[in-house]
């Protein structure tokens, strides 16, 4: 990127700060600590990382160069007008992320996708924009992309535990992931399963959580349970709401009806 072209757009963002905060208010300030918990959960439930991404984070406004940034920084986005991109947009920052391998399931491996944040255009021209990071759920890293920020929908009773139903065996699943790439989770944690709309899941779906403790002639031990918060063909995401153990990657998910 020229020098020329980041110097005319450094000048006027201090300036766009004041005018920024207004937007942003009426887009995600209000979010509640639920919805911020959720936007920050998200995996991306899809096929999101063969898709293509317009806008990327290159760096941040600095007197060195870094590749990787918190809410303390403006960041400098590789688009501008030219790309669509308008003074006040806000945008999820997103990333690629561990590669899982599913063969264990008879499932292909998936990448799966961290939301890093979600920031505010502060300053723009047509080839290059600044942000102000407006919520960091994580590290954001040089090289993530940017998505148009959406309110998520959070299902009512995501912060309860409901164990109502009886848990259907016979549909059972797995967990996939747990959340930031770890292979567990606990209470107030997102994960994800391998059960999504084609498997007749929903948002606001329960689900209890069994382990196979490898030992012979003993049933599967219950773990925990889920409730789901977002959907997808294959995968869904889900919120821990009660585990008397770290949930993993291989435990079983079995829906209940």
Not at 135 to 157: M, N, R
Request: charged share 20%; with cysteine; glycine share 10%.
């Amino acid at each position: 990127m020229r020098a020329s072209a980041l110097l005319g757009i450094v000048a006027s963002a201090a300036g766009c700060l004041t005018l920024g905060a207004g937007v942003a208010a009426a887009q995600s300030g209000s979010a509640s600590p639920m919805e911020t918990s959720v936007a920050c959960g998200a995996a991306v439930i899809g096929d999101q990382t063969s898709k293509p991404h317009q806008l990327h984070v290159i760096g941040a406004q600095d007197t060195v160069a870094r590749t990787s940034f918190d809410n303390r920084d403006l960041l400098v986005i590789d688009g501008g007008t030219a790309a669509g991109v308008q003074l006040g947009q806000e945008y999820y920052v997103r990333g690629s992320s561990r590669l899982w391998h599913m063969e264990y399931i008879g499932a292909p491996s998936t990448r799966s996708i961290r939301t890093a944040g979600w920031i505010r255009i502060v300053a723009t021209n047509e080839r290059t924009s600044i942000a102000q990071v407006i919520h960091a759920c994580g590290v954001i890293f040089k090289g993530d992309f940017l998505e148009p920020y959406k309110a998520p929908e959070v299902p009512a009773g995501i912060d309860r535990d409901d164990s109502t139903g009886n848990p259907d065996f016979a549909a059972m699943g797995h967990v996939v992931s747990g959340p930031e790439d770890r292979t567990t989770a606990a209470p107030g944690d997102y994960v994800r399963i391998d059960r999504g709309s084609e498997h007749g899941v929903t948002p606001g779906a329960r689900f209890a959580v069994y382990r196979d403790i490898a030992s012979a002639g003993m049933p599967l031990a219950a773990i925990g349970e889920l409730v789901i918060v977002d959907v997808g063909k294959s995968q869904s995401l889900a919120r821990v709401v009660r585990s008397r153990d770290a949930i993993t990657a291989r435990d079983y998910v079995a829906p209940r009806k």
